[in-house]
């Protein structure tokens, strides 16, 4: 077992006692997080999180992913009891050098951290910047301060427990593809996203159309909601099966100001609203395929749909099953080993 971040050796260092909280975590090769995820995933029950490495722009006070850096993927598990801290620890060591010995991606060593109840849920926090996406795209973690250029489309974000907050690949690539699809055909959002801010205009495409209607499938955060607002779409319908990220949705519309033109509600698809000219699914390939029927259902003629989230060595099975359900696969783009598709449906 590693030594812990403060210099113990046992699981957790101090932790152990009521109220406590040990965090693991472990860098790794882009290419390996799933599995590393899935390990760490087996005993953490305060939830994992994924972490590129960045690089700093704007003198230090922003930053932007480098997929060349290796990712940090953290995982939180109680600590109260040191006998079930101690066995978790180890069985995390030991599926980490099985998966290590069949030697495909560099995998560091397990780190482990006490951290006090009190501080979890503030813990996270120093692990995420103010991030820019694209070319005009920025997150701005609530707790962080940006200095905002002209053009920026900035989204205050507060991720909570849900999942989505522009660190990962797939979050990263759907943001580009809304992006290039706003400057394509939408106009801007005209609500400024601070009270100081000026908000981004775009010349309007020579064959630019209304502003779209987008239904976000499997929301989280609501940041891919909220960044689909802000470049101009006409209205978002958001749909989790997590209450937790409707509810975090909800708050990050309302922090963003544009929560009027939202509705969020639990559930999955079909949606039961009319189609719409955008749909987003950030999901997993599996997801996809399965519901790639209802997906094309949610789109009107002339639609499209942004699909994220599917590792390299399924996008031929997502093709199929899209191509299937009568959409065309028109664009692709990727990160590392993540792959989204832009599709659409004919008019």
Same mark, same amino acid.
């Given at each position: 077992m ?23 975590a ?103 910047p103010?991030l ?44 580009? +593809? ?5 400057? @394509? %055909?939408?106009?801007? &959002?005209? !609500?400024?996203? *601070?009270?100081?801010a ?7 495409a ?11 499938v ?17 209205s978002v ?9 409707v509810e975090s ?9 544009v ?36 997906l ?28 299937? +359900? ?5 664009? @692709? %783009?990727?990160?590392? &080993?993540? !792959?989204?598709? *832009? ?5």
């Amino acid at each position: 077992m590693t030594p812990s971040a403060d210099g113990s050796d046992a699981p957790g260092g101090r932790s152990g006692g009521a109220g406590a909280w040990l965090e693991l975590a472990v860098v790794t090769d882009s290419e390996a997080v799933e599995a590393v995820s899935e390990i760490l995933g087996r005993v953490a029950s305060g939830g994992t999180s994924v972490e590129p490495g960045f690089e700093l722009i704007d003198e230090g006070l922003g930053a932007q992913p480098d997929p060349a850096s290796p990712v940090t993927v953290r995982a939180y598990l109680p600590a109260r009891k040191a006998s079930v801290v101690t066995d978790a620890v180890a069985e995390v060591d030991r599926a980490l050098d099985h998966l290590r010995a069949f030697n495909l991606r560099p995998i560091g060593p397990l780190l482990t951290r006490a951290v006090n109840e009190a501080d979890w849920a503030e813990a996270w926090k120093e692990h995420f910047p103010v991030l820019r996406v694209g070319r005009r795209i920025v997150i701005r973690p609530t707790w962080r301060r940006h200095r905002r250029r002209a053009g920026d489309v900035v989204l205050a974000l507060d991720p909570g427990m849900a999942f989505g907050t522009g660190l990962h690949p797939t979050t990263r690539l759907c943001l580009q +593809a809304l992006e290039d699809l706003a400057d @394509r %055909r939408w106009q801007a &959002d005209p !609500v400024p996203v *601070e009270p100081d801010a000026t908000p981004a205009r775009l010349e309007t495409a020579p064959d630019a159309r209304p502003a779209p209607t987008v239904l976000d499938v499997g929301c989280g955060s609501g940041i891919l909601a909220v960044a689909a607002l802000r470049l101009g779409a006409a209205s978002v319908l958001g749909v989790d099966t997590d209450p937790i990220a409707v509810e975090s949705t909800l708050a990050n519309a309302r922090r963003n100001r544009v929560l009027r033109r939202l509705r969020v509600r639990a559930g999955s698809l079909p949606s039961g609203a009319p189609p719409h000219g955008v749909v987003v699914a950030n999901l997993i390939a599996s997801l996809l395929v399965r519901l790639a029927g209802e997906l094309a259902d949610e789109l009107r003629p002339g639609g499209t749909l942004i699909a994220s989230g599917i590792f390299i060595d399924r996008e031929a099975e997502v093709r199929g099953s899209f191509e299937a +359900a009568g959409l065309r696969v028109r664009g @692709r %783009r990727a990160e590392g &080993d993540w !792959v989204a598709l *832009e599709a659409g449906r004919p008019a």
